[in-house]
């Protein structure tokens, strides 16, 4: 009898978790989407180029707004509620661009995803991580990322499908498809959710500012933080002027630039099945070695990119770049879930998505300003030495995790 009610708790996890993979790929796809379409949908609509740009910024902005105004707030037994308020929010805004007949109207649309994302997205990994069993938590978290890297992999191409054969309202139905059926799914699984948060349900006097110098004390969390925007910061940057650079550079046209920008994503996706492979065979325990040397990896990467003499040369480095683009993110999830107290599990979180949207606004600005004054080439350079200050903020650690690594395998020689 034990045994049966133990296998009836087991397939109600797993449900849960398939569940948090669906809303995942399905808001991601949305974000993702959202930010490489809304430009050109401006553009269709009449904006000029100075008012094209505002569709990213406004995104940006607004999700880290509601991010660190209220999302960092949440007590975790609330995040289902505010998740299907998320939803909510995210078919309004789609809805809204579908009916906008002026730039302005389509601008508010494109505010209110950036707050339906803030809703969603961090709290979809505080779900993962606080109803996974501690047991198959760092393997689900790994789940978590291969759905995010597949969305960025299948909507476009779905995305590409589309638009083949109908205009560009046509992409914009297929992402209101997806945020309705991420809606059904947290609407009818909402107190699935909710019950199993039972023990989260009265919050003991959270205050973000006690919550924020816990974090900034918790040198795991920041060390982990440092590393994932100093590479997100290269990351933006080199996603915002690489198709650029490549086309320029090598006279491609949209279609194959399209495809170079695309193919990062699926080196990306196949990281981060080599990272769940290794988490499932349980041989993923120095995380902070890998880590440090990923961010080796994508600096070599930026090196590459910068130098380019040839195709081939800058997409070997665009590949290197997709390492760490494939470690950082589940990595850190796990170091968070291991290493933050689970009443700060939303707020950590929350703080740590934070940093794509301030990367996102800084990493351009600051790589344009290096292309003001030279070129590309340089910019990429520059921003490749900010990956091995990360590696210098991760080398203790590192350092730590080979010590006892050896100090096992002496004990275990003696042993012997």
Known sequence: MKRRWNLNLASKSSAVIYLILILTFLARANSSMMQSNNPLYAHS??????????????????????????SARVNLHDVPRVMTVGFVLLTLAISGVLLSHNFVEFLLAVALAGVSTALIMPHLLSLMGALSPQEDREKNLSYYSLALSTSLVVAPILGTLILTHVALKGLYVLLLTFALIGLGVMTFNYRRFQQRLLKDEKPKGFKLRSALSDLVHNPTYMRSFASLFLFNLSFAAAMSYGGLDVKDRFGL??????????????????????????????????????????????????????????????????????????????????????????????????????????????????????????HIGW???????????????????????FLTRRQVRDSEGLAG
């Open 379 to 401: 910019g990429f350079w520059l921003i490749g030495l900010i990956q091995f200050v990360g590696m210098g903020i991760m080398a203790t650690e590192a350092r730590k995790e």
């Open 45 to 70: 609509l009449g904006a000029q180029l100075a008012e094209v740009g505002l569709t990213t910024s406004v995104y940006a902005v607004v999700t880290m707004m509601v991010r660190f105004g209220y």
């Open 253 to 374: 046209s949209y279609s194959l630039v399209e495809l170079v920008l695309t193919s990062f994503f699926v080196a990306s996706l196949l990281g981060r099945l080599v990272v769940s492979r290794f988490v499932r065979q349980k041989k993923l325990e120095r995380k902070a070695t890998w880590m440090f040397w990923s961010l080796g990896i994508g600096g070599l990467g930026l090196g590459l990119m910068g130098w380019a003499p040839s195709l081939i040369v800058f997409l070997i480095g665009f590949w290197l770049l997709a390492w760490p683009h494939a470690v950082l993110f589940p990595l850190v999830s796990m170091r968070i879930a291991s290493s933050v107290d689970r009443h700060l599990l939303v707020a950590a979180n929350t703080i740590a998505q934070s940093s794509f949207d301030l990367s996102g606004t800084f990493g351009p600005l600051a790589l344009s300003l290096v292309i003001s004054q030279g």
